[in-house]
């Protein structure tokens, strides 16, 4: 069907962020569309292991629209090249089930979904926070200040932090750090950016769902942890990180940027999660299937899988249902190339997931904050349970027979 410039800026006018001193009227685009600053550079992408590809811009956003996944590794065509050089690789290793439900379990009763609706109503006023422009940075400068808000409320500005880290783009990646006794780190991810795959640089992206859920979700699971007595003095063996990566829907950009600093620095992520998608559950239930977390299973660390799974039947009030999106499916795939053991959950099955992603449709109204609410008590747990794990022990064979360990 075709349609006018109008009508397809229209949504995007009417869904704008409009900051508290600006005019009513404004014309986003008086002098016409701007030509991307970017046509014609091609980028170097990987769609699978060992395939690669040169594209320009549109390109990629045309390999999106048909559901391709890949990572962007224009800039880091390193990432994972110290791992494959390693003879030392150690095999990843988690506790056979959670044990800290005497702890977790108190604190699943502060977790709000009027937090997490209130913070989402906020993000997805941005008209979008497509990585490259003047939105997204100033969706990125309020992400940042409400995380540090969230500390500050916490009277933790002492002990935790949050920082920007830094890309050339303009929208950087959040990353919020809760030491630990040693520098061993688990790592909770989600991406912050949005996209409209047919104008990125034009059309309104609220991204409510993708990932605007995913992001308020471990907001809320870090507001929580903050509370427990563990965190706040400090007795927790392991660093804690929450990250809120930029670019993702460019191929990955902020979190390759992230975990090659990472591998090049040699610092020591024993597990990351990634929460890409949290609320959307109308698919699901109108084919007659059971409200479920979606477990991803392919290209995935197998022992950090199963122990989520377990996370998942120990903390929350609905299943898990085992699935698969495929490759550079999420920024765990990052870490999982840097070597890192990391694994990812979704909404729902892989197939009944929200179709309203990458468009003006992408709305609040679209989602379940009681499902958003299962996947924070997931990652509250979690972030409990490992940060407290003794990974050294369990890594040496002294941490008892509960434990598990790669094949």
């Known amino acids: 069907?075709?349609?006018?410039?109008?009508?397809?800026?229209?949504?995007?006018?009417?869904?704008?962020?409009?900051?508290?001193?600006?005019?009513?009227?404004?014309?986003?685009?008086?002098?016409?569309?701007?030509?991307?600053?970017?046509?014609?550079?091609?980028?170097?992408?990987?769609?699978?292991?060992?395939d690669t590809r040169w594209v320009t811009e549109d390109e990629k956003?045309?390999?999106?629209?048909?559901?391709?996944?890949?990572?962007?590794?224009?800039?880091?065509?390193e990432l994972g090249a110290l791992r494959a050089r390693?003879?030392?690789?150690?095999?990843?290793?988690?506790?056979?089930?959670?044990?800290?439900?005497?702890?977790?379990?108190?604190?699943?009763?502060?977790?709000?979904?009027?937090h997490m609706k209130d913070h989402l109503t906020t993000f997805t006023s941005f008209h979008t926070r497509y990585y490259k422009s003047e939105h997204g940075r100033k969706s990125s400068e309020w992400l940042l200040?409400?995380?540090?808000?969230?500390?500050a409320e916490a009277g933790l500005k002492d002990r935790v932090s949050a920082e920007h880290f830094k890309h050339p783009w303009g929208q950087h990646s959040i990353i919020a750090t809760i030491p630990?006794?040693?520098?061993?780190?688990?790592?909770?991810?989600?991406?912050?950016?949005?996209?409209?795959?047919?104008?990125?640089?034009?059309?309104?992206?609220?991204?409510?769902?993708?990932?605007?859920?995913?992001?308020?979700t471990i907001l809320e699971a870090f507001r929580v942890l903050l509370q427990s007595e563990a965190v706040r003095s400090g007795d927790h063996e392991n660093t804690i990180e929450f990250h809120w990566y930029s670019a993702e829907e460019g191929?990955?950009?902020?979190?390759?940027?992230?975990?090659?600093?990472?591998e090049r620095s040699g610092r020591d992520v024993k597990a990351m999660l990634q929460q890409d998608m949290t609320g959307f559950i109308a698919k699901t239930l109108d084919a007659g299937q059971p409200e479920s977390v979606g477990v991803i299973v392919d290209y995935v660390d197998p022992n950090l899988t199963e122990f989520i799974k377990k996370v998942i039947v120990e903390y929350c009030t609905i299943p898990y249902v085992e699935t698969k999106c495929g490759y550079a499916c999420s920024d765990h795939a990052s870490a999982s190339k840097?070597?890192?053991?990391?694994?990812?959950?979704?909404?729902?099955?892989?197939?009944?997931?929200?179709?309203?992603?990458?468009?003006?449709?992408?709305?609040?109204?679209?989602?379940?904050?009681?499902?958003?609410?299962?996947?924070?008590?997931m990652t509250l747990a979690f972030a409990y349970e490992l940060g407290l794990t003794d990974f050294a022990a369990l890594e040496s064979g002294k941490g008892g027979p509960d434990h598990s360990d790669s094949l």
Do not use: C
């Not at 008086?30 to 170097?44: I, R």
């Open 1 to 50: 069907m075709k349609a006018s410039w109008i009508t397809l800026l229209l949504p995007a006018v009417t869904a704008r962020f409009v900051e508290p001193s600006e005019p009513d009227r404004v014309l986003l685009y008086p002098n016409g569309v701007p030509e991307s600053p970017d046509a014609g550079q091609k980028y170097h992408i990987e769609l699978a292991p060992g």
């Open 86 to 114: 390693s003879s030392s690789n150690k095999k990843s290793v988690f506790p056979d089930k959670p044990t800290h439900q005497a702890d977790v379990t108190p604190l699943l009763d502060s977790l709000s979904k009027t």
């Open 180 to 216: 630990g006794r040693t520098n061993a780190t688990v790592v909770i991810g989600a991406h912050q950016d949005s996209i409209n795959l047919w104008f990125p640089s034009v059309l309104a992206a609220p991204g409510a769902d993708d990932d605007g859920s995913g992001t308020v």
């Open 61 to 77: 956003w045309e390999l999106r629209r048909q559901g391709k996944r890949f990572f962007d590794i224009t800039d880091h065509p």
């Open 338 to 377: 840097a070597g890192y053991p990391s694994a990812f959950v979704i909404e729902s099955a892989f197939e009944y997931s929200d179709d309203y992603i990458h468009s003006t449709d992408d709305l609040i109204e679209h989602l379940s904050f009681d499902h958003m609410l299962q996947h924070a008590r």
């Open 251 to 262: 191929g990955l950009l902020g979190s390759q940027a992230v975990f090659s600093a990472y």
């Open 145 to 151: 200040g409400r995380v540090r808000a969230t500390i």
